[in-house]
């Protein structure tokens, strides 16, 4: 393991242990490279590393703290490489979506509670036909937060909004290019929430799937 490499994981291990926790502000270099044996040359290159990722915030002049580690910051350095990509990356964007949500949807399968479904229910009685296609894939967008939301695990349930995010042009174009996309996502959504409600986990996934696959084979064909 290269020394940088080692400094970031007893880094981490002091985070992970709770030796140091968010908003803590570490001791100084000199002092923190003694006490983890390590060179400052080192622990100054993995602080810029863990700084990057949004687990450090280095303050000019104040020192360096942890950050809150809420899953929405530690998930921005992510987004800004997905930023970066052009239009073929959508597609394994949608590929890893293909990969979690369902297993995200099939967790809460289990865990809804009624309000939570009630919730579901009422946003799909937002849209409707007359609805604009920026109506529909921004409660598609909350659709889907909300439904991943009920499986209880926030890293998960931010990971999954981030990436589902980056497909919203796809999303729009396809709903510009072809009939009922109003009807056949309500459809959809209303076949999931059905099987939430139920408890049908293995259901609930593979509706989810399907769900999702729509939107990629449609711009796969367009691509």
Do not use: C
Not at 9 to 23: D, Q, T
Not at 114 to 128: C, G, K, S
């Amino acid at each position: 393991m290269a020394v940088t490499d080692e400094a970031i994981v007893k880094i981490k291990g002091m985070i992970l242990s709770g030796e140091l926790k968010p908003g803590d502000r570490l001791p100084p270099e000199k002092e923190l490279s003694e006490y983890l044996g390590l060179s400052r040359s080192s622990m100054r290159e993995a602080v810029k590393a863990l700084e990057v990722i949004r687990v450090l915030d280095v303050r000019r002049g104040d020192g360096t703290y942890v950050t809150s580690l809420e899953p929405q910051l530690l998930l921005e350095a992510m987004s800004f490489v997905v930023d970066l990509h052009d239009d073929d990356s959508v597609l394994e964007i949608l590929a890893v979506r293909r990969i979690l949500e369902p297993t995200a949807v099939g967790i809460a399968a289990g865990r809804s509670t009624p309000e939570h479904i009630a919730r579901l229910r009422e946003m799909m009685l937002t849209v409707d036909e007359s609805s604009t296609v920026e109506g529909l894939v921004e409660h598609d967008l909350e659709f889907h937060r909300a439904m991943v939301d009920a499986a209880g695990n926030s890293y998960l349930t931010s990971l999954i909004d981030s990436l589902s995010s980056h497909t919203v042009r796809a999303r729009i174009w396809r709903g510009l290019t072809e009939e009922n996309s109003v009807a056949r996502t309500l459809s959809e959504h209303h076949a999931i929430v059905d099987a939430l409600e139920r408890g049908d986990a293995t259901l609930a996934e593979a509706l989810t799937t399907v769900h999702i696959s729509g939107v990629e084979q449609w711009l796969r064909a367009a691509l």
